[in-house]
């Protein structure tokens, strides 16, 4: 059982992600990044 | 020794310059810095399994960390105007990696841990972190990047990214510091938070030079979701119990100061694999799909391998 569990997880993460990915979070990410983080950079 | 333990071989005595590669790979548009501003290509939506800024002006890809407090603070307006977006492509991200590697990346990716690592060099007095303070990190992800991004937010249910403004050395160090330079419509915005940014920085740095990457230790939100991946990894680390003499050259030499002999898939390990090629018994070895390798100089010496 303990050698399936990383498959397991494996399986499961990437179905997330691929969701994450079909609802078009891809783009918001995307958004973000491309904008210069006021926050990050301590002046937001 | 047999075929299956042959194998998968890293190129631990080369990790240096690994890291330096992927440090130099996650930020490789240059051309950013003579312009002051960040690049802006379409791949830079790709997350990055580091603490690698996506502010800083040569950034390739996405903070992951950034990323899914960005999420976690505009959930609630998504949810206000039905809006699907739930933060589920960089936790399926974070997760994936996790289930593959674990804490690896903090070893051998992350940009932020070797410049850790090469502060350290710098010959002081060394200080040990005391252990309990490891604890610290999961205390920072749940509040700053999970519950206060969530939790706090404004009239129209926006949160904001806790961790990133008022913690992270990384965005100060890598974007923070090069950006007021180099783009003058950012300086006069300058205020209270850079200061209170660059001071925090100013401690971490010395922190670096007195112990072993305690930032990765004691505060990376990031190194606290992969480092609960390691117990159930496909990468797995392990320790030999007839072999190991306890002599503790491993925990001298390891990075994150860890006894691995204790627990082989501690959370605190990144994987870095110095303990491999430190334990002069062969002791200490790792798995990945099913194949093993063990320290490559004693599998030549022994007598079995022939």
């Known amino acids: ?44 | 020794m047999g075929e299956k333990d042959q194998a998968v071989r890293m190129p631990r005595e080369k990790r240096a310059w690994y890291q330096a590669a992927l440090a130099l790979g996650l930020n490789a548009w240059l051309p950013s810095w003579f312009k002051g501003e960040i690049f802006q290509g379409g791949v830079k939506g790709v997350c990055v399994p580091a603490l690698n800024c996506y502010s800083c002006p040569s950034a390739m890809g996405a903070c992951p960390i950034g990323a899914i407090q960005t999420s976690f603070a505009g959930l609630r307006f998504n949810l206000s105007i039905a809006e699907k977006k739930f933060g589920l492509y960089v936790a399926g991200f974070l997760g994936a990696v996790g289930s593959v590697v674990g804490r690896m990346p903090c070893g051998w990716v992350c940009p932020f841990g070797f410049i850790q690592e090469l502060l350290h060099k710098i010959p002081t007095p060394k200080v040990r972190m005391p252990r309990f303070m490891s604890y610290f990190r999961y205390v920072v992800l749940a509040t700053m990047v999970v519950a206060l991004p969530l939790l706090i937010v404004d009239q129209f249910g926006f949160g904001q990214t806790w961790f990133c403004k008022w913690i992270c050395p990384a965005g100060t160090l890598e974007a923070g510091i090069p950006l007021v330079i180099l783009n003058t419509d950012l300086r006069p915005l300058v205020g209270f938070m850079y200061y209170w940014k660059i001071g925090l920085l100013v401690l971490f740095i010395g922190w670096f030079i007195l112990s072993r990457r305690p930032f990765c230790r004691a505060v990376c939100p990031l190194g606290a979701i992969f480092g609960l991946f390691n117990k159930a990894s496909l990468f797995r680390m392990a320790v030999d119990d007839e072999k190991c003499t306890l002599c503790d050259q491993c925990y001298k030499d390891c990075p994150v100061e860890i006894k691995i002999y204790e627990s082989p898939n501690t959370p605190d390990c990144v994987r870095c694999l110095k303990c491999v090629s430190s334990c002069k018994f062969g002791a200490i070895s790792y798995e990945f799909l099913g194949k093993r390798e063990v320290a490559r100089d004693l599998r030549v010496k022994s007598p079995a391998s022939s």
């Open chain 1, 1 to 44: 059982m303990k050698r399936k569990l990383p498959w397991v997880l494996l399986t499961v993460f990437l179905t997330i992600m691929v969701a994450g990915l079909l609802l078009g979070e891809y783009k918001t990410v995307l958004e973000k990044a491309v904008t210069v983080c006021l926050d990050c950079i301590g002046i937001g």
